[in-house]
């Protein structure tokens, strides 16, 4: 099915093709009738498979069939995303739709000026992108007004909800008088997140377009068993004897991020960092810098790589094994992505053994382990067979007839008891 059998005006038509837009994806097949219809869409679709346009081109389309003049900070659609990553990436996809008509476009998020953000809400906006943290900064202040709310869009709700923000989606909720239609786009499901749900939308249309929890199918998934100390050697050695010219790692910790890049750097390996520390500025000039392969390697935090659309990733490491198993299935969402082949590698030491089974059972599948000659994890089984293989007693050296020896143990005991006697009498 293709874009032009979707009634869209000569204007987005245009600004498609020129987005090189032809035919539509699964979600965007299910998603976009629908919206179009007016319907409130709960929809469980994983990162890369068209989320974008499956939600803003009929918002686009509605608000140019009924034009209206936006009122003083306020706004017609609102779309919350869990990360400015991810907020701007939206809203500049919307913005090449929007190029040839007159609808105005503002992103607000976090780590930026707050002034320059008032200015582009005083006047009003027809679409607002924005982090749940920052849309309130400006609606306490007076810089936005929710009341007239005509569209309302959760894109990653499950990540925003195990951010910790869904008293902030309340606190939103509030605000708005009337229900707008509102879709919610999730990659994982879960009982908070089907109560959000039941909360938010009013007779949903449900579109599933992966199974629920689920990897997309093109990616290959492997682990390597590796004792923690030895990561770095390993990481090294699969980006070198395996020539990978592209890879996303993931750490836990932005100390971790710096380490590892700063060892690949020593190794003659190109890497760049992406974690909260680091100025939008650099974070954005680090991932041009992957993109277009000036870097081979980029090093992330879960959080920082929220919304970071790298297209033809080929290859994601799981350096750490993520806290949660649902953040395994973003994660690899990044490789795979529009039918092309992923390959997704995790590193799972002795203390990650029980995420990996939590992995598994969520993804229902059993990943495989290969371990690479040199980088084999000590054996616990190795260990506890020696440990219980003869008595302790047996390695036990027999005492031996050293009159010297035993003399001076004597001599340093009595010295010892002496200088016990003499602190007790001082006090």
Same mark, same amino acid.
């Given at each position: 099915?293709?874009?032009?059998?979707?009634?869209?005006?000569?204007?987005?038509?245009?600004?498609?093709?020129?987005?090189? &837009?032809?035919?539509?994806?699964?979600? %965007?097949?299910?998603?976009?009738?629908?919206?179009?219809?007016?319907?409130?869409?709960?929809?469980?679709?994983?990162?890369?498979?068209?989320?974008?346009?499956?939600?803003?081109?009929?918002?686009?389309?509605?608000?140019?069939?009924?034009?209206?003049?936006?009122?003083?900070?306020?706004?017609?659609?609102?779309?919350?995303?869990?990360?400015?990553?991810?907020?701007?990436? @939206?809203?500049?996809?919307?913005?090449?739709?929007?190029?040839?008509?007159?609808?105005?476009?503002?992103?607000? &998020?976090?780590?930026?000026?707050?002034?320059?953000?008032?200015?582009?809400?005083?006047?009003?906006?027809?679409?607002?992108?924005?982090?749940?943290?920052?849309?309130? !900064?400006?609606?306490?202040?007076?810089?936005?007004?929710?009341?007239?709310?005509?569209?309302?869009?959760?894109?990653?709700?499950?990540?925003?909800?195990?951010?910790?923000?869904?008293?902030? @989606?309340?606190? @939103?909720?509030?605000?708005?008088?009337?229900?707008? %239609?509102?879709?919610?786009?999730?990659?994982?499901?879960?009982?908070?997140?089907?109560?959000?749900?039941?909360?938010?939308?009013?007779?949903?249309?449900?579109?599933?377009?992966?199974?629920?929890?689920?990897?997309?199918?093109?990616?290959?998934?492997?682990?390597?068993?590796?004792?923690?100390?030895?990561?770095?050697?390993?990481?090294?050695?699969?980006?070198?004897?395996?020539?990978?010219? =592209?890879?996303?790692?993931?750490?836990? &910790?932005?100390?971790?991020?710096?380490?590892?890049?700063?060892?690949?750097?020593?190794?003659?390996?190109?890497?760049?960092?992406?974690?909260?520390?680091?100025?939008?500025?650099?974070?954005?000039?680090?991932?041009?810098?992957?993109?277009?392969?000036? +870097?081979?390697?980029?090093? +992330?935090?879960?959080?920082?790589?929220?919304?970071?659309?790298?297209?033809?990733?080929?290859?994601?490491?799981?350096?750490?094994?993520?806290?949660?198993?649902?953040?395994?299935?973003?994660? @690899?969402?990044?490789?795979?992505?529009?039918?092309? =082949?992923?390959?997704?590698?995790?590193?799972?030491?002795?203390?990650?053994?029980?995420?990996?089974?939590?992995?598994?059972?969520?993804?229902? %599948?059993?990943?495989?382990?290969?371990?690479?000659?040199?980088?084999?994890?000590?054996?616990?089984?190795?260990?506890?067979?020696?440990?219980?293989?003869?008595?302790? &007693?047996?390695?036990?050296?027999?005492?031996?007839?050293?009159?010297?020896?035993?003399?001076?143990?004597?001599?340093?005991?009595?010295?010892?008891?002496?200088?016990?006697?003499?602190?007790?009498?001082? !006090?």
């Amino acid at each position: 099915m293709s874009f032009s059998s979707q009634g869209f005006s000569p204007e987005i038509a245009q600004a498609l093709t020129e987005c090189g &837009y032809e035919k539509l994806t699964p979600v %965007q097949q299910q998603a976009i009738p629908h919206a179009r219809r007016g319907h409130d869409i709960l929809a469980h679709a994983q990162t890369g498979t068209g989320k974008t346009a499956a939600f803003s081109l009929p918002i686009i389309q509605q608000l140019l069939d009924a034009p209206k003049q936006v009122g003083r900070a306020t706004t017609r659609a609102l779309i919350l995303a869990p990360t400015r990553e991810l907020v701007d990436q @939206i809203a500049n996809n919307i913005a090449d739709y929007t190029k040839y008509v007159d609808l105005k476009v503002t992103a607000v &998020y976090g780590g930026a000026k707050m002034s320059s953000q008032e200015r582009k809400l005083e006047n009003g906006t027809d679409v607002l992108v924005a982090t749940p943290g920052r849309l309130i !900064e400006h609606i306490e202040l007076g810089n936005l007004n929710l009341a007239n709310l005509e569209f309302l869009v959760f894109d990653e709700a499950d990540r925003m909800l195990d951010m910790g923000f869904i008293g902030a @989606i309340r606190t @939103i909720m509030s605000g708005i008088a009337e229900h707008p %239609q509102t879709m919610l786009f999730s990659a994982t499901s879960s009982a908070q997140m089907n109560a959000l749900a039941q909360d938010l939308l009013r007779k949903p249309k449900r579109i599933i377009v992966n199974e629920e929890n689920s990897t997309a199918a093109t990616v290959f998934h492997v682990v390597y068993p590796v004792d923690e100390e030895r990561k770095l050697e390993l990481l090294s050695e699969l980006i070198g004897r395996k020539n990978w010219q =592209q890879v996303l790692v993931f750490v836990n &910790y932005k100390e971790t991020a710096n380490d590892v890049v700063k060892e690949l750097k020593l190794d003659g390996i190109k890497a760049v960092l992406c974690h909260g520390d680091k100025a939008q500025s650099s974070r954005r000039r680090a991932l041009e810098e992957f993109k277009s392969g000036k +870097a081979r390697v980029m090093v +992330a935090t879960e959080v920082a790589a929220r919304g970071l659309d790298i297209q033809g990733l080929p290859h994601v490491v799981n350096y750490d094994m993520p806290f949660l198993a649902e953040d395994y299935v973003h994660r @690899i969402g990044r490789t795979g992505r529009a039918g092309q =082949q992923g390959h997704a590698v995790s590193f799972v030491s002795r203390d990650e053994e029980l995420t990996l089974v939590q992995v598994e059972n969520l993804i229902q %599948q059993r990943i495989k382990r290969i371990q690479l000659a040199g980088y084999e994890p000590k054996s616990r089984d190795a260990l506890l067979t020696k440990m219980h293989s003869k008595p302790a &007693y047996k390695d036990r050296q027999g005492r031996k007839n050293n009159p010297q020896q035993e003399q001076s143990s004597a001599e340093r005991r009595l010295k010892m008891m002496r200088a016990i006697r003499n602190k007790s009498k001082g !006090e």
